[in-house]
T-cell receptor, first 113, second 112 residues
Framework: GENVEQHPSTLSVQEGDSAVIKCTYS??????FPWYKQELGKRPQLIID?????GEKKDQRIAVTLNKTAKHFSLHITETQPEDSAVYFC????????????FGTGTRLTIIP | ETGVTQTPRHLVMGMTNKKSLKCEQH?????MYWYKQSAKKPLELMFV???????ENNSVPSRFSPECPNSSHLFLHLHTLQPEDSALYLC???????????FGSGTRLTVV
């Protein structure tokens, strides 16, 4: 089955700086890569996703990049703000292949004011 | 509201009690999931239901018993739990098993 590794497990960034979280996956057939954000005491929420037919996707201050050859994908947050503090999870699956999402172990991001 | 509702939000139970967690989704999804979230294992998949049929059970102890009476409802029946079962239990649903998971707000369970 799919195996997703996520690094780092914790990350502290000065407000205004950029944050990068990286994930690798094992199954070359995986083609869907979402990122979830979980604020303290709240449910995980989808913030951005990418499919294997594109290499990069942006949504305001967040972007995700995908390198299919190397089987890794990354979340980039620019101009970080205190409300970006949360735990972020990456995941991978074969979309429409009736196989579940496999989640990474999470990154606790802390924005230092 | 996200479309996935979990009750109760908080639950304290003794080790000899029997209780049930409830999840309801209003999104027309056909797959539902139970996850356990603790400090040691951030998102630990417990059960997967697809079209009301259990399709995955990740070596979960028998003191956890899931039930999916229809595609909108999912239960987790609990009995004779251990203190190490204290965690946040999250329900999720999706249209197909690979994409678009929507999570509920979770039930914070404390076993005393």
């Amino acid at each position: 089955g799919e195996n997703v590794e996520q690094h780092p497990s914790t990350l502290s960034v000065q407000e205004g700086d950029s944050a990068v979280i990286k994930c690798t996956y094992s199954d070359s057939a995986s083609n869907y890569f979402p990122w979830y954000k979980q604020e303290l005491g709240k449910r995980p929420q989808l913030i951005i996703d990418i499919r294997s037919n594109v290499g990069e996707k942006k949504d305001q201050r967040i972007a995700v990049t995908l390198n299919k050859t190397a089987k890794h994908f990354s979340l980039h947050i620019t101009e970080t703000q205190p409300e970006d503090s949360a735990v972020y999870f990456c995941a991978a699956s074969k979309a429409f292949g009736n196989e579940k999402l496999t989640f990474g172990t999470g990154t606790r991001l802390t924005i230092i004011p | 509201e996200t479309g996935v509702t979990q009750t109760p939000r908080h639950l304290v139970m003794g080790m000899t009690n029997k209780k049930s967690l409830k999840c309801e989704q209003h999104l027309g999804h056909n797959a539902m999931y139970w996850y356990k979230q603790s400090a040691k294992k951030p998102l630990e998949l417990m059960f997967v239901y697809s079209l009301e049929e259990r399709v995955e059970n990740n070596s979960v102890p028998s003191r956890f018993s899931p039930e999916c009476p229809n595609s909108s409802h999912l239960f987790l029946h609990l009995h004779t739990l251990q203190p190490e079962d204290s965690a946040l239990y999250l329900c999720a649903s999706s249209q197909d098993r690979g994409t678009g998971y929507t999570f509920g707000s979770g039930t914070r369970l404390t076993v005393v």
